[in-house]
Nanobody, 124 residues
Framework: QAQLHESGGGLVQAGGSLSLSCAAS????????MGWFRQTPGKAREFVAA????????MYADSVKGRFTVSRDNAKNTVSLQMNSLKPEDTAVYYC?????????????????WGQGTQVTVSS
């Protein structure tokens, strides 16, 4: 069974930066597109960013475009999310997800495996 494990969450002041990492195991990582989603209590999980299997293609939600950067290292089976200029509204649990199609998607239903999530809290 594939496993995804996020790390790097924490508490940061508005305007600060955090870098999230997701380590994948038990899957052929380079065959999968990867995505990042986030969720706050009482709200639906929402798309944040995604990257193709090769890393050549990326996609972002409008709310994070220009502030967040997704990248991957297929040699290390990891995908990262660099978050800059953080805002209080970025506070959420962040999840990484793996999609067996090598092309990215912003839809949750397109992803086959999910991590447990990591909390990001941005204070004002």
């Amino acid at each position: 069974q594939a496993q995804l494990h996020e790390s790097g969450g924490g508490l940061v002041q508005a305007g600060g930066s955090l870098s999230l990492s997701c380590a994948a195991s038990q899957l052929t990582f380079e065959h999968y597109a990867m995505g990042w989603f986030r969720q706050t209590p009482g709200k639906a999980r929402e798309f944040v960013a995604a990257i193709t299997w090769s890393g050549e293609g990326t996609m972002y939600a409008d709310s994070v475009k220009g502030r967040f950067t997704v990248s991957r290292d297929n040699a290390k089976n990891t995908v990262s999310l660099q978050m800059n200029s953080l805002k209080p509204e970025d506070t959420a649990v962040y999840y990484c997800a793996a999609r067996s199609s090598g092309y990215y998607s912003s839809l949750q239903k397109g992803y086959d495996y999910w991590g447990q999530g990591t909390q990001v809290t941005v204070s004002s």
